[in-house]
């Protein structure tokens, strides 16, 4: 892949009464298919794949999984072959309509359904050593992409100019992302993580990553990950109406919900600047946009 180019910081024109400023960094446009956060994590996973002559990359997630998403198409671009172990062996029956799984397939992706018990083994070396026996060499993405080489990336989300602000916000999936952004971040700014994941270790995994402590997380909003609800759904569609901006519902949507909140009910000191990451994820709403159809929930814009 080739570096890519900066993305850009947006000014939300929120109310100015509010006492704050808050820009969202556009990392959902730096690339067409392999969008925000993804194109950081494998940036490096990629050039270490290349250097070691795999033709190979295996890696697991989930029904609309961004990451299974941007690993296909990261192989389809660079001409490795990419395996996909997903969670849950009665996906396959759905694989041409789910708009994530089909994505993959069509980027080349091997495709291997297993049980949900199964796929918690996905961390155990007698797990790995049967997939080698069984697929052959290959180098192991882990579920999320988050490893040092991931966290790598994501240090250079942040520019120089990016250092004027005083809170940089992202949300939280395996933590890869905010451990980059801690990492890169200056003395003075403060790290707030909003949690997609009901993960009660997710804090273990950043501490392995960064040794500063200018950080705090914040739960899951919405009932935990792939949870959405009316409330969500409004605040996403009015935002894209009112500032242009799309969200997806798992992670930057949750994200702007809850820190939306926090600002209009002051939890941030007067002049305080707000950058908050956009990570991408947009390949989903569509998949989200699948499953509301089946409740009598509206859609996503």
């Keep these: 892949m080739n570096t890519p180019k900066l993305s850009i910081n947006q000014k939300v024109p929120i109310d100015t009464s509010l006492s704050v400023s808050l820009f969202i960094k556009r990392e959902d446009i730096i690339d067409t298919l392999i969008s925000g956060n993804k194109y950081r994590k494998l940036f490096y996973n990629l050039k270490e794949a290349q250097e070691q002559n795999h033709s190979t990359l295996l890696t697991f997630g989930g029904a609309f999984s961004n990451h299974i998403a941007a690993v296909s198409a990261c192989g389809n671009r ?14 396959k029956a759905f694989e041409t309509d789910n708009p994530t799984l089909s994505f993959a397939k069509r980027m080349g992706m ?15 070396a007698e797990f790995i050593s049967g997939l080698r026996d069984q697929f052959g060499e290959f180098m192991l993405i882990p579920e999320g992409g988050t490893n040092e080489l991931a966290v790598k990336g994501c240090e250079e989300i942040l520019s120089p100019n990016d250092h004027l602000f005083d809170v940089i916000c992202c949300p939280v999936g395996t933590g890869g992302t905010i451990a980059g952004l801690i990492n890169s971040a200056k003395i003075h700014q403060q790290i707030i993580g909003y949690s997609a994941v009901k993960d009660r270790e997710l804090n273990q995994v950043i501490c392995k990553f960064v040794t500063a402590d200018n950080w705090k997380l914040f ?21 894209k109406r009112n500032y242009n901006i799309p969200l997806d519902p798992l992670y930057t949507g949750k994200m702007m919900y809850h820190l939306m909140r926090q ?3 002051g939890e941030f000191p007067k002049g305080t600047s707000i950058l908050a990451i956009h990570t991408g994820g947009l390949q989903g709403v569509s998949g989200m946009n ?6 009598e929930l509206p859609q996503l814009l």
């Design 78 to 91: 660079n001409g490795l072959k990419t395996i996909g172990i997903i969670r849950g062996q009665e996906l």
């Design 219 to 239: 739960p899951a909003e919405c009932g935990g990950y792939g949870k959405i609800d009316r409330h969500l759904i409004d605040f996403i569609n009015d935002f």
């Design 263 to 265: 600002i209009k009910d």
């Design 110 to 124: 091997d495709l291997h359904y297993i049980s949900r018990s199964s796929y918690k083994l996905k961390g155990k």
């Design 290 to 295: 699948w499953r509301l159809k089946q409740t």
